[in-house]
């Protein structure tokens, strides 16, 4: 079956589905100008991974604190980055009652910027910071990113940006939100995620297991796709995914 087949399919499933659910990773951003971590153009081939250690940010705060600041905040917000067409199906979907919740593996806020409102976010979200002593979250727009790493205004403890470091657990309210997601649906889009990034990558097998149709969305193979995948369909996922809604009856 050709790839434009497929996406028909694809559009009649999710047409039918009384609950969709969406999985995504770096490749729904990279439309956004977002470079994925590894690979060609990735950001760890120019920086050490271990500033986003959690043991080397407490010990080493001010060297790791330089390379965060200016991967993810000066870098990113330099740049002109909106939601895709791709983050902008999702947010549809949820407003037509058809997707429940997107479980994402990214930290950019793209899909609250682009109308969804249920969004696990397994891996945090660089948008806030969280103090490390008493828990106190921020908008990191109201902070001023100096060479000195912030301090909370309500403990005077050092803070961190809110997505997970090397070294740290998954969200308890994400992860358990994800896994009941995973259960509740009959219809599961995986998007651009290679699926090597553990636990994040079990919970696909979840929906696999309790009856929900796989849909993948990715430039490549990824390890999902000879397993649990029901229909692959290869290409960019801000094309794709328009491609299928555009079929989608209503
Ligand atoms: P990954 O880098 O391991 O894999 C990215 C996948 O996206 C690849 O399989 C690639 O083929 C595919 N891809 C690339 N461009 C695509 C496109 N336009 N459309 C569809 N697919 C495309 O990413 P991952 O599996 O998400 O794991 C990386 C980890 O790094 C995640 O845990 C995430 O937290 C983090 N990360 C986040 C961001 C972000 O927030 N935007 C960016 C980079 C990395």
Redesign the pocket.
């Known amino acids: 079956m050709n790839n434009e087949e497929k996406i028909k399919q694809a559009a009649e499933i999710l047409s039918k589905a009384k609950n969709i659910v969406g999985f995504t990773?770096?490749?729904?951003?990279?439309?956004s100008g977002?470079?994925?971590?590894?690979?060609e153009g990735g950001i760890w081939n120019q920086y050490d991974p271990n500033s986003l250690d959690i043991d080397f940010y407490y010990r080493h705060t001010k060297e790791s604190w330089k390379i965060i600041r200016e991967v993810f905040y000066n870098f990113f917000s330099n740049k002109d980055i909106k939601p895709n067409p791709g983050h902008l199906v999702l947010a549809k979907w949820e407003k037509e009652g058809r997707l429940s919740s997107v479980i994402t593996?990214?930290?950019?806020d793209l899909h609250t910027v682009a109308g969804n409102t249920v969004v696990y976010e397994f891996?945090g979200n660089m948008s806030r910071f969280v103090c490390t002593k008493c828990g106190h979250k921020v908008d990191a727009k109201s902070l001023t990113l100096t060479e000195e790493p912030p301090r909370c205004a309500q403990c005077g403890g050092l803070m961190k940006p809110d997505f997970i470091f090397f070294g740290e657990g998954i969200p308890e309210d994400a992860y358990y939100g994800s896994v009941r997601a995973a259960e509740n649906c009959d219809a599961f889009v995986i998007?651009?995620?290679?699926?090597?990034?553990s636990p994040?990558n079990m919970i696909p097998g979840i929906a696999k297991r309790n009856g929900a149709k796989i849909i993948e969305?990715?430039?490549?193979p990824?390890t999902y796709t000879n397993y649990i995948t029901d229909i692959y369909l290869e290409g960019?996922?801000?094309e794709i995914l328009p491609a299928i809604d555009a079929l989608m009856t209503r």
Do not use: L
């Not at 990773?25 to 439309?31: C, I, K």
């Not at 977002?34 to 690979?39: C, L, S, T, V």
């Not at 593996?105 to 950019?108: E, G, L, M, P, V």
């Open positions: 990773g770096a490749g729904t951003s990279a439309e977002i470079p994925p971590f590894r690979g593996q990214n930290i950019d891996h998007i651009g995620t290679s699926g090597q990034v994040a969305i990715n430039m490549e990824s960019k996922s801000g």
